[in-house]
């Protein structure tokens, strides 16, 4: 059973870079799309952007030029950078891995869909 | 950015009762359309994706339907552990892929 676990400091000084890392469990990185979410305190889902592991990923335009996302395949994890952060970065921010179409009824667009997700980690932007 | 709108806000329906959730998309995303249910203090789950197709384990109860740009879920026989918050994500395009607002399922 695929199980994902965030990891990172929890608070994170105005200005300085959020750093997380996914660890993935219980299976391997390929085929899949590996994505980062966040959900701000009481409010809605936002997607971050997603790797493939391939390498190749896309960024959510209004945070694009200060987000990363990287994979580290060979320890089954996968990063996110996020730069300048300010209070409006505090969130609980999710990793998430897309589904799996060998096993399921769907077609190449349905890899997207977030399938499996991490508990969550709560990151404060604070002085 | 494709804006994703879910309706209504809230919904207060009875245990055993149905529930349909709508959700509407900017502009047409085929049937690239999920379903997640969020418990407080937990992390979405996939119900439905493909907009009809469900997840594995979910239950029969759940239903999607709709393609291009208007969309429901609809919950048969309300059990206690479906009351939650129900978000729909399109995943067509790439702008990037959005979430509704979502809809909070509350008791009756």
């Known amino acids: 059973q695929v199980q994902l676990q965030e990891s990172g400091p929890g608070l994170v000084k105005p200005s300085e870079t959020l750093s997380l890392t996914c660890s993935v469990s219980?299976?391997?990185?390929?085929?899949?799309?590996w994505s980062w979410v966040r959900q701000p305190p009481g409010k809605g889902l936002e997607w971050i952007g997603y790797?493939?592991?391939?390498?190749?990923?896309n960024y959510n335009p209004s945070l694009n030029s200060r987000v990363t996302i990287s994979l580290d395949t060979p320890k089954n994890q996968f990063s996110l950078r996020l730069s300048s952060v300010t209070a409006a970065d505090t969130a609980v921010y999710f990793c998430?891995?897309?589904?799996?179409?060998?096993?399921?009824?769907?077609?190449?667009?349905?890899?997207?869909?977030?399938?499996?997700w991490g508990q969550g980690t709560t990151v404060t932007v604070s002085s | 950015e494709i804006v994703m709108t879910q309706s209504p806000a809230t919904l207060s329906v009875s245990p055993g009762e149905g529930a349909s959730l709508s959700c509407r998309a900017s502009?047409?995303?085929?049937?690239?359309l999920a379903w997640y249910q969020q418990k407080p203090g937990q992390a979405p789950r996939l119900l439905i994706y493909?907009?009809?197709v469900r997840a594995t384990g979910v239950p029969a109860r759940f239903s999607g339907s709709g393609s291009g740009t208007e969309f429901t879920l609809t919950i048969s026989s309300l059990q206690s552990e479906d009351f939650a918050i129900y978000y729909c994500?399109?995943?067509?395009?790439?702008?990037?892929?959005?979430f509704g607002q979502g809809t909070k399922l509350e008791i009756k």
């Open positions: 998430a891995r897309g589904l799996d179409c060998s096993s399921s009824i769907c077609n190449k667009s349905d890899q997207d869909a977030l399938e499996i």
């Open positions: 219980g299976g391997s990185m390929s085929p899949y799309f």
């Open positions: 790797i493939s592991y391939s390498g190749n990923s």
């Open positions: 502009q047409f995303i085929s049937s690239d």
């Open positions: 493909g907009a009809f």
């Open positions: 994500q399109q995943y067509n395009n790439w702008t990037p892929f959005t």
